[in-house]
């Protein structure tokens, strides 16, 4: 790994010793648009080399087979933070009830984590998720970021910090759409002045979970779904239950008992069934449901 001199003040290099990790699987399991694959694309093959940026500094990461290896200026406790590696994965899966298919998507699965990205680009890339696939997800994240965000390299790359709200605000719905999000616009521009003016992330972990999906819902286009999975993959919420297409069908099929239409009465089953991680057991049965592990 090598970059240029504009990320490299202040960055160490270190490895750390994975346990019950899969980099390639965590990163590219559909959870995140935050992370970037050095020289290719995320959702797509390639080397197992990634980056991000967090509060504006880079992190570098690359699967050595038996290290992950390291460059950044954020302590290794962060870095394993934002890779869900500070959490005991064998914990987690022994606080779960019995459960036969759960337990086929953890042999399948296992190694996958949990990621903890920044707030805002966590939020603004889920306010491009509705009625779109995984891939343009990530493609017009992209996009904001090149067109908003401030421009470095990586590898001899070019590659973006996304924007932070003050850099984004400057966008108007109008701009936004010229960048392929249609009526999301909206949603993205008006989110962005909501948090400028009167809403701080940092708050939501003095809330409880019910109480910091409702503050979740005051930003525009933000609802039951978009804020669970910003809560889940941002603000350190492991009991959210992003319920997808994906996650409907799998619990609708396998677990008749917990399905409802009603949105908050099938995650309240699913966190009185799971637990404080229910994220957790509902993200190995998204990915299974969408890799066929599982029948749906």
């Known amino acids: 790994m090598s970059f240029s001199t504009k990320t490299l003040t202040d960055m160490e290099k270190f490895s750390i010793n994975p346990e019950n990790f899969d980099l390639e699987l965590t990163l590219t399991c559909g959870q995140t648009f935050c992370w970037n694959r050095i020289n290719g694309?995320?959702?797509?093959?390639?080397?197992?080399?990634?980056?991000?940026?967090?509060?504006?500094?880079?992190?570098?990461?690359?699967?050595?087979?038996d290290i992950i290896e390291v460059q950044t200026s954020h302590t290794k406790k962060e870095v394993k933070k934002a890779l869900g590696?500070?959490?005991?994965?064998?914990?987690?899966?022994?606080?779960?009830p019995e459960d036969k298919i759960l337990e086929k998507a953890e042999q399948k699965l296992w190694g996958l984590r949990i990621v903890q990205?920044?707030?805002?680009?966590?939020?603004?890339?889920?306010?491009?998720?509705?009625?779109?696939r995984i891939p343009r997800i990530k493609k017009m994240h992209n996009k904001i970021a090149e067109k908003y965000g401030e421009k470095t390299e990586i590898n001899g790359s070019t590659a973006y910090k996304f924007p932070t709200p003050k850099q984004l605000s400057?966008?108007?719905?109008?701009?936004?759409?010229?960048?392929?999000v249609g009526y999301r616009a909206k949603?993205?521009?008006?989110?962005?002045?909501?948090?400028?003016?009167?809403?701080?992330?940092?708050?939501?972990s003095k809330m409880n979970y019910e109480e910091a999906l409702e503050e979740m819902k005051e930003l525009y286009g933000v609802g039951n779904k978009v804020g669970d999975c910003v809560l889940l993959f941002s603000a350190g919420f492991y009991e959210a239950t992003p319920l997808d297409t994906w996650a409907q069908q799998v619990i609708q099929?396998?677990?008749p008992k917990l399905h409802s239409d009603k949105y908050q009465e099938c995650s309240k089953n699913i966190r009185n069934q799971y637990g404080e991680y229910s994220g957790y057991a509902l993200e190995y049965l998204f990915h299974a449901g969408r890799q066929g592990i599982i029948d749906l």
Do not use: W
């Open 170 to 180: 400057k966008a108007s719905e109008e701009d936004l759409r010229e960048l392929g």
């Open 187 to 204: 949603y993205i521009h008006k989110s962005t002045k909501i948090i400028l003016e009167n809403f701080g992330p940092q708050e939501l």
């Open 41 to 65: 694309e995320l959702y797509g093959e390639g080397k197992p080399e990634f980056y991000t940026f967090r509060n504006g500094k880079p992190i570098i990461v690359e699967d050595k087979g």
């Open 253 to 255: 099929k396998h677990y």
């Open 117 to 132: 990205d920044d707030f805002f680009p966590c939020l603004i890339s889920y306010l491009c998720s509705p009625q779109m």
């Open 85 to 96: 590696m500070d959490k005991d994965l064998n914990k987690i899966f022994s606080s779960f």
